[in-house]
């Protein structure tokens, strides 16, 4: 496997139902992030992780719960979700070098309904 | 604070003819700027970047794109559509050394026969 890979590609849960999303990236970076894509709306950050240590929670709401734990697998469990979390969740590595502008490589998404 | 805006949720164009795609930013410190790609089912590719240097940028598949400080502008531009590149293209600008981007609502590019 090269790049970034997620799983699973789709998802579907109710909302009292508890799940978690996998990325792992094959590329030896040192920071991973979470998106999440809906309709109509840009991408939103949702968490970034710096050397395993977690750098970046954009007021996420709770029920997302992020996990990193080395550098190449980051996760997101999920729990009591609601209709409107349905979206597609991008997961993204770098390689952070201090020099800023670094590229950020994205897996395929798990596409999520919440019913 | 950081913000892109991309001008127009839709373009579309015939093959063969040029493809201009709009982005404008909002930065108060000098930015990064990136175009990136995203085809049905699949996450997003970076097409180029601009970073420092020359301001014309040359990207993947026939692309290109040119930093323009005094406008705030970063089009994205490509000679010939080809049926391709119908995809949706996103323009984001980062700052600083965390590679927290910013991102655009997206364009959908549809190429026509």
């Known amino acids: 496997e090269t790049g970034v890979t997620q799983t699973p590609r789709h998802l579907v849960m109710g909302m009292t139902n508890k799940k978690s999303l996998k990325c792992e990236q094959h590329?030896?970076?040192?920071?991973m992030y979470w998106y999440k894509q809906s309709a109509k709306k840009p991408l939103e950050l949702m968490f970034v992780y710096s050397l395993e240590e977690r750098v970046e929670n954009n007021s996420v709401p709770s029920r997302f719960s992020p996990e990193c734990p080395n550098s190449s697998h980051l996760f997101l469990h999920l729990h009591t979700l609601q209709p409107e979390d349905s979206a597609l969740y991008l997961c993204a590595s770098s390689q952070l070098a201090g020099s800023g502008g670094e590229t950020q490589y994205f897996g395929p998404g798990t596409r999520l309904l919440v019913l | 604070a950081q913000s892109v805006t991309q001008l127009g949720s839709h373009v579309s164009v015939s093959e063969g003819a040029l493809v201009l795609l709009r982005c404008n930013y909002s930065?108060?410190?000098?930015?990064?700027l990136f175009w990136y790609v995203q085809y049905p089912n699949q996450g997003l590719q970076l097409l180029l970047k601009y970073t420092t240097g020359a301001t014309l940028v040359k990207g993947i598949n026939g692309f290109e794109a040119e930093f323009k400080k005094s406008e705030t502008s970063f089009h994205l531009t490509k000679p010939s559509a080809h049926m391709s590149d119908a995809a949706e293209y996103f323009c984001a600008v980062g700052t600083g050394t965390a590679s927290k981007l910013t991102f655009g609502t997206g364009t959908r590019l549809q190429v026509t026969l």
């Open positions: 930065s108060s410190v000098p930015p990064y």
């Open positions: 590329l030896g970076h040192n920071a």
